[in-house]
């Protein structure tokens, strides 16, 4: 597994993912001790199922940058577009990143309804050029952390004030423009169109698996 130079955590949904596989699993543990509704054995490929998808579609997608490359993992695959291809970056209800002219969505980071009419006179979503606008992230001035260290950032954000999808859109708008400029690449160049061809989607091939699997169980024992 490549190397996560810089990890940011998921928004959407991560507490409600976990509480509801603690739920699956407690219908389990209480059908097996006698006290829960007496599953049906398709009701425990049910159960299954609902847990695979659980985990696919609110707790399996991250985002996260490392080796040169933005990854966003979604439900069903993982994609790996180089920094200096993307185009455009936005954290709307979920997030888009423009590249050869393709858009890439990932549920793993979000902002609310509330915060985008809240924050839609700030702009974001912006492509190349600068993200000098972005309060707290080109200038970390004054005491703020070092490049690199995580957890001081967060702290420092929280200080600032600024909602996480918010800095994590100005972060990676940062880096994108940082890998424009090594690469010596300008924004809707030939160029850069070139090193979108270099985008790689691998399918999550043990979710897939499991969701076919535990979806033929269940119609299997449910037509028995």
């Given at each position: 597994?490549?190397?996560?130079?810089e990890?940011?955590?998921?928004?959407?949904?991560?507490?409600?993912?976990l509480?509801?596989?603690?739920?699956?699993?407690?219908?389990?543990?209480?059908?097996?001790?006698?006290?829960g509704?007496?599953?049906?054995?398709?009701?425990?490929?049910?159960?299954?199922?609902l847990?695979?998808?659980?985990?696919?579609?609110?707790?399996?997608?991250?985002?996260?940058?490392?080796?040169?490359?933005?990854?966003?993992?979604?439900?069903?695959?993982?994609?790996?577009?180089?920094?200096?291809?993307?185009?455009?970056?936005?954290?709307?209800?979920?997030?888009?990143?423009?590249?050869?002219?393709?858009?890439y969505?990932?549920?793993?980071?979000?902002?609310?309804?509330?915060?985008?009419?809240?924050?839609?006179?700030?702009?974001?979503?912006?492509?190349?050029?600068?993200?000098?606008?972005?309060?707290?992230?080109?200038?970390?001035?004054?005491?703020?952390?070092?490049?690199?260290?995580?957890?001081?950032?967060?702290?420092?954000?929280?200080?600032?004030?600024?909602?996480?999808?918010?800095?994590?859109?100005?972060?990676?708008?940062e880096?994108?423009?940082r890998?424009?400029?090594?690469a010596?690449?300008?924004p809707?160049?030939?160029?850069?169109?070139?090193?979108?061809?270099?985008?790689?989607?691998?399918?999550?091939?043990?979710?897939?698996?499991?969701?076919?699997?535990?979806?033929?169980?269940?119609?299997?024992?449910?037509?028995?």
């Amino acid at each position: 597994m490549a190397a996560r130079e810089e990890d940011f955590r998921p928004t959407n949904g991560p507490a409600v993912g976990l509480l509801a596989l603690a739920v699956l699993v407690g219908v389990v543990v209480l059908d097996v001790l006698g006290q829960g509704p007496d599953l049906a054995p398709w009701g425990y490929a049910l159960v299954v199922l609902l847990g695979v998808l659980v985990w696919a579609a609110v707790l399996r997608p991250r985002v996260w940058v490392g080796q040169g490359d933005l990854v966003l993992r979604t439900m069903l695959e993982t994609v790996r577009l180089p920094l200096a291809a993307v185009e455009a970056i936005a954290v709307r209800q979920v997030l888009v990143v423009t590249a050869g002219g393709r858009r890439y969505v990932c549920p793993a980071l979000g902002r609310s309804r509330k915060a985008l009419v809240r924050g839609s006179a700030g702009g974001g979503g912006r492509g190349g050029g600068g993200i000098g606008a972005f309060v707290g992230v080109r200038s970390w001035g004054d005491g703020a952390p070092a490049e690199g260290d995580e957890v001081a950032r967060r702290s420092h954000e929280r200080a600032l004030g600024v909602d996480y999808p918010r800095y994590v859109e100005g972060r990676l708008l940062e880096l994108t423009d940082r890998a424009r400029l090594e690469a010596r690449v300008r924004p809707g160049s030939d160029a850069q169109r070139e090193l979108a061809a270099g985008v790689r989607r691998e399918p999550a091939w043990p979710e897939i698996a499991a969701l076919a699997l535990s979806a033929v169980a269940l119609v299997v024992l449910v037509l028995r």
